[in-house]
C-alpha cells in the first residue's frame, strides 16, 4: 500500500478562510452568463474601499482570491490558507517571497508577483508567501 504522506498536496485541503465582501462593481462585475458569476474569478484582489475588494493592480495589497461574485454586488473572497492565483506579465517569482499585484500582458489587474524589495512603498503591502512557481497561471501562496 502506498503511502498518502508521499504526495506533497499544497492547496486541495478541502476548506479554507473566506470573507464577504462588496464589488468595487468596475474591475470586477456580476455576470449572470458566467461561471460563479464573473469573468475575474480566480483573480487576485485588493481592498478599493471599506468591505469593498477590486482586482489588485501593480503594487497593491493582496488581500485574497475572487471565488465568487453574486448579484447583489457582494463576493466571496478566500483571504486565508494556500491560494493559486496566476502570475502576472513577466513576473518574477521567487519561492518564500512576499507578494503584490500586478498586470497581465493586456495590462488587466488581478495578477501577482514578488514585491520589489527595493521599493519600500511595497514592503508595507506585500504579503504571504510564494511555495510553488512551477505554473504561472497557478502560483501556490501561503497566505
Do not use: C, H, W
Not at 106 to 135: H, M, N, P, Q, W
Amino acid at each position: 500500500m502506498s503511502d498518502p504522506r508521499a504526495t506533497v498536496v499544497l492547496d486541495d485541503v478541502g476548506e479554507f478562510e473566506a470573507y464577504t465582501f462588496l464589488i468595487d462593481n468596475s474591475t470586477i462585475v456580476y455576470s449572470s452568463s458566467q461561471v460563479n458569476g464573473s469573468a475575474s474569478v480566480g483573480l487576485a484582489v485588493t481592498l478599493s474601499a471599506a468591505k469593498t475588494v477590486a482586482l489588485a493592480a501593480d503594487g497593491n495589497a493582496v488581500i485574497g482570491k475572487l471565488i465568487q461574485v453574486f448579484a447583489d454586488n457582494t463576493a466571496t473572497v478566500q483571504v486565508g490558507d494556500v491560494l493559486v492565483l496566476p502570475a502576472g506579465n513577466g513576473a518574477s517569482l521567487t519561492l518564500g517571497k512576499k507578494i503584490v499585484g500586478a498586470l497581465n500582458a493586456s495590462s488587466a489587474a488581478g495578477y501577482i508577483r514578488e514585491v520589489a524589495t527595493g521599493t519600500a512603498a511595497e514592503l508595507g503591502k506585500a504579503r504571504g508567501a510564494i511555495l510553488d512557481a512551477g505554473t504561472t497561471t497557478a502560483v501556490k501562496v501561503l497566505m
